[in-house]
């Protein structure tokens, strides 16, 4: 979730090289693929313990194990969500340059542009495929309420994510009032921040603390990185994610010795999210040195451009080839991966037709707020307004 310069912000395909923050486009599309290639594999196969014994190869197990990480890519997201908006708004608030109604239209606009129509999807789909979808859950999910007091509309489950994202823009724009505004604004923002306190009384605290974790580590992109902050980041992540995977349910697998070993999940989450947030830095430093460098971080701009609809269409997209092909693969072999990437491929190739006319849109919508709230707030006064 960058900010207004950034490509998946804007919609936009080029960046100025002193704004651009190299890389970070390239992991947030792998971060939205892995999701769908996490999905995509549970409804391809059967779980591992079940497949039959002449696929249960070390490279299938590779595999089965590369594609069962989606909690963790996840994560990747609200670590980078906050290290570019949050950290993006302590910025501007050290410099003394924080609007109010620029953040509002920036974040209601990356959440909402690309959702409306991804929820009218979910509905379609819904319908198309028997899932159950309400008015009540679709308001909600509208709101940011979804696994707060209603379910993912129309059983769109990625969409838990995005109660998570709503409430940590809401967050940062009531502490950017507090810091700038007048007694009464932050009065208001005060209790805006007990409004998202009470909210997480039903999310999961840790993913906060992970969104908070990438905001404290923006300011570290101006500076050359230090061997031992790198040494920590990877260290860090691969305990994390390791500890974190060991933590998983799962059916196939027996961890139970492994458990007295590990820490619990939500330490291993907050290790995972530590680790992202020291690197992500790093990884902002690596500039190209060499024009097909260049290239290859133009290519991650145009993709990390649709890959907020690739989160939010791809499960839908799958519920379509489960109606259509019921069943579950036992066998790893050449059929049933062809079968798997064209799953995929069908995610990705949706997402990016259905991202030309609404998420590409978005530098567009946000410039049309923008005059419709200037034009609200310089018109003349009249006797109504006495």
């Known amino acids: 979730m960058q900010a207004r310069q950034q490509v998946a912000a804007t919609g936009r395909t080029?960046?100025?090289?002193?704004?651009?923050?190299?890389?970070?486009?390239?992991?947030?599309?792998?971060?939205?693929?892995?999701?769908?290639?996490?999905?995509?594999?549970?409804?391809?196969?059967?779980?591992?313990?079940?497949?039959?014994?002449?696929?249960q190869t070390s490279l299938a197990a590779a595999f089965f194990a590369a594609t069962r990480a989606g909690t963790e890519w996840v994560l990747v997201f609200f670590v980078l969500s906050g290290f570019l908006v949050g950290g993006k708004v302590i910025e501007r608030l050290q410099n003394g340059c924080f609007s109010l109604r620029d953040y509002a239209i920036d974040r209601l606009s990356?959440?909402?542009?690309?959702?409306?129509?991804?929820?009218?999807?979910?509905?379609?789909?819904?319908?198309?495929?028997?899932?159950?979808?309400?008015w009540a859950s679709l308001f909600g999910n509208i709101l940011g309420l979804q696994v707060v007091v209603c379910k993912c509309f129309a059983e769109n489950i990625p969409l838990w994510s995005l109660a998570y994202?709503?409430?940590?823009?809401?967050?940062?724009?009531?502490?950017?009032?507090?810091?700038?505004?007048?007694?009464?604004?932050?009065?208001?923002?005060?209790?805006?921040?007990?409004?998202?306190?009470?909210?997480?009384?039903?999310?999961?605290?840790?993913?906060?603390?992970?969104?908070v974790l990438g905001a404290l580590t923006y300011w570290m992109r101006k500076h050359p990185p230090r061997r031992w902050v790198i040494s920590a980041a990877v260290a860090l992540i691969l305990l994390g994610y390791a500890s974190s995977q060991v933590r998983s349910a799962t059916v196939s697998v027996d961890t139970s010795a492994w458990l007295a070993l590990t820490p619990t999940t939500?330490?291993?989450?907050?290790?995972?999210?530590?680790?992202?947030?020291?690197?992500?830095?790093?990884?902002?430093?690596?500039?190209?040195?060499?024009?097909?460098?260049?290239?290859?971080?133009?290519?991650?701009?145009?993709?990390?451009?649709?890959?907020?609809?690739?989160y939010l269409t791809h499960y839908p997209a799958l519920y379509v080839w489960e109606h259509y092909m019921p069943g579950r693969h036992t066998q790893l072999d050449g059929g049933s991966l062809v079968w798997y990437a064209l799953r995929v491929l069908s995610c990705v190739v949706f997402a990016w037709l259905f991202y030309l006319p609404f998420e590409k849109q978005t530098a567009a919508v946000r410039k049309w707020l923008r005059r419709l709230w200037s034009s609200g707030t310089t018109r003349p006064r009249g006797p109504a307004d006495d």
């Open 266 to 310: 939500d330490v291993a989450i907050l290790m995972l999210s530590l680790g992202m947030a020291l690197a992500l830095p790093v990884l902002t430093r690596l500039r190209p040195s060499s024009s097909l460098g260049e290239r290859i971080n133009h290519i991650g701009q145009h993709l990390a451009a649709f890959s907020y609809t690739l």
């Open 165 to 211: 994202e709503v409430w940590f823009y809401f967050l940062a724009g009531c502490a950017g009032v507090w810091v700038t505004k007048r007694q009464l604004s932050r009065v208001l923002a005060t209790l805006g921040v007990a409004l998202v306190l009470l909210v997480f009384t039903e999310l999961r605290t840790v993913f906060l603390s992970a969104w």
């Open 110 to 134: 990356r959440i909402w542009v690309p959702l409306l129509p991804a929820l009218a999807w979910s509905a379609a789909v819904a319908f198309w495929v028997g899932k159950p979808a309400s």
């Open 14 to 55: 080029s960046t100025p090289p002193e704004t651009h923050l190299y890389w970070l486009d390239w992991l947030r599309f792998i971060a939205a693929f892995m999701v769908v290639a996490s999905h995509a594999r549970g409804g391809n196969w059967v779980e591992w313990a079940r497949l039959t014994e002449t696929s």
